[in-house]
């Protein structure tokens, strides 16, 4: 089967390049692409190393869904279902024959470095925007209840692989949003009852490049290759706003 | 001819390697007073630490139903899983340790898993005679990097990413520092330091069937013998019970832990034969024995590997303890272990050898320190328990890191030897991309995975060792006048993959050397030509040092001053 992969450095126009891969059960595009590499074309750029969907490094636009290669099986690449349209995300259709070969491109969103691999440091940037670290109470061991464990847990499975952050309209054109990973984890912070600032950081968000410059295409829970909601966080951090102004309104009168 | 390189950067303490063990040691580094630099050839956070799933050991005793737990006793239990070939002055440090360890990181935002009282919950695991593992889910490794990831970034760390370490600089006796290849932009770049920690993990990927993340080749231990440090107990090679079919993807432990069963192709659970008491929770080495035993003898399933029940278990369980395992089995074998058993079969793991070092962190030679994976200190001597890898990263990560700010404070500088190391790598680099002499990485490659995995893996004997000695060699001489196709500067990933199967093929000699000399079995080293333990002539360490092209393979006494030799049943 054929790969259509785009290659190119940062400040080229992307061309394509078609390379014939092996078609074996149980392989994913990494797979695909480390066959490449190995054996037909040892210049094609791309990240990778768990191959098991933990380190986030293999993020890339696969059938024009944002995707991790490694977790992307081969074989399912050529269904019509793979070719979800993510609502609203600004990249052209077309380019490439469904069904019959795979289109692999970088993420949108970010720029390109080279090939498949982008420049991530305005997503970082984003993450370190949001202060991502505990601050600390004191106490050595705190006892948390495993309810709150478990909500938790919806946002520390995040791995940063930036899927979420090249399928938001909104990233695509407001260079200062923080994005769906960032606020995720600025919620989880929120959550977490061992923090000591947490009315601190909800305020952090509220600005329109925080909660308020969502709009809810959802494309970020969508694509999460590891089941994190960041629109959910945000509707609640939302929520958490309203009902703390209707408190001090109360409070006020 | 290149332009000379005559910039230096200069850390009081540079850690190579941006995993657990080298963000914490840049922790304890940072919080002493030192200024110290992290250098990775990857983004921290891609490391393998981040695969790790089952649990960190350390008796909180929050199991109060199943009698007392204590240090010792953890010790104890490592120690006997070691095969007695662990320090035991080493095991007590990081046992005693471990509370504090794992408490740390929980208060520094870890989400641990809870017992119902809400205390971090601990779980059972191989070898143990506690449930003293604590978890959080099956994601142990990926929330205790990410919670150090985000400490260091709380501290202003200078984390220096996808740079590759060509060689560490030395002078007078002492490791100055190293140079290093910008992968992004192909410049080759001088670091001078007072002190440098190998932080780089395992080499996993030296063997075809491993968890390993690929990035794992041996980096560190690589280094150490080109400047002359001598790597410990390299034969010690983990092969893990339970990894994926096909794919070799780590099924965690805490499958077994949490109750799952290994069952053969007759639906027998087999274990009762090798390990009548411990079951599927024997050590790591006990239960890889067994599993290809079973394989080997015709108990296996079509294609060779035996299955992981965890039906038992149930739908709630199965999604609160292990849902990475379950999302696993489902992404990368299209089965749900909530119906149908998880196929998997025995593959490499872990690297109980590495750099050789003292209980503090120390080599051979001064200005250089290693911890974590990457190290021999020795903890785990002949085979490692579950549970106690990640507790060995923050745990001498945290005594490395603090060593060297100390050392440090009474060191100076010297750019000289790394600069002109500088300008000779920067040759070197620009041979193997401009050589049409163009050797094809990956067969190579394949061809050391297979050797490793057939004539070093589970089952060893002379005849087959001394024929995949033979290839490995060859292959490291083939791989010192390697070449690519690519010839760019920028982002040369054909490069980068020569230059690890230089590492890997020169790390795996060591292996087999010291592997074909042990003519005994213990703990993992399994000689089907010397089934017992003999610890009257190999109750030691192996240690392999290269100097002027040649190995020297010498003994060094185990430190056993707690715990008399037993034999080891489970």
Known sequence: MKLKVARGYSKDASSYQIYEVPEKPGSTILDALLYVHDNQDDTLGFRYSCRGAVCGSCG???????????????????????????????????????????????LPNLERQKDLMVDMTPFFKAYKAISPFLLEKEGSEHFMPQPTVRELERYTN????????????????????LGPAALAKLYRFIIDPRDAQRSMRLEKGNSTTGWWGCQFHANCAYVCPKGVTPNYAIAKARKMIRERTVAISKEDS | MPAAITDTRHHDAIVIGGGLTGLRAALAANGAGADVAVISKVHPLRSHSVAAQGGINASLNNNKGEGEDSWEAHAYDTVKGSDYLADQDAVSFMCQDAPRAVLEMESWGTTFSRDDEGRIAQRPFGGAGFPRTCYAADRTGHNLIHTLYEKAVQAGIEIFEERFVLSLAMEGGRCRGLVALDIASGEVEAFSSKSTLLATGGYGRIFSRSTNAYINTGDGAALALKAGVPLRDMEFVQFHPTTLFGTSILISEAARGEGGVLTNAVGERFMSRYASKAMELAPRDIVARAIQREIDEGRGQEGGYINLDLRELGREKIME????????????????????????????????????????????????????????VSVHGANRLGGNSLLETLVFGKLAGENMAMDSAAASFDDGAAKALANSEQLRLKEIRSTQNRTQTSKLREELNRTMFTDFGIFRTALRMKGGLAIASNLANKGESIGVGDKAKEYNQALIGALEFQNMSCVALPICMSAIAREESRGSHYRTDYPKRDDLRFLKHTHITKRAGEHALTYADVLLDRWPLEERRY
Request: proline share 9%; charged share 15%; net charge negative.
């Open chain 1, 60 to 106: 890339m636009l696969i059938n024009r869904v944002p995707r991790l290669a490694c977790r992307t099986q081969l074989a399912s690449m050529l269904l019509p279902e793979s070719r979800h349209l993510v609502p609203s995300i600004s990249i052209p259709e077309g380019g490439f024959e469904l069904g019959r070969e795979v289109l692999i491109e970088p």
């Open chain 1, 158 to 177: 995040c791995v940063l692989c930036a899927v979420c952050f090249s399928s938001c309209p909104i990233n695509g054109k407001e260079l200062d949003y």
């Open chain 2, 321 to 376: 303890r292990l849902p990475g395992i379950r999302q696993i089995a489902m992404d990368f074998a299209g089965i749900d272990p909530i119906s149908a058993p998880i196929p998997v079969q025995p593959g490499q793991h872990y690297s109980m050898g590495g750099v050789a070092c003292d209980v503090n962190c120390r080599t051979a030679l001064a200005g250089l320190y290693a911890a974590g994976e990457a190290a021999c």
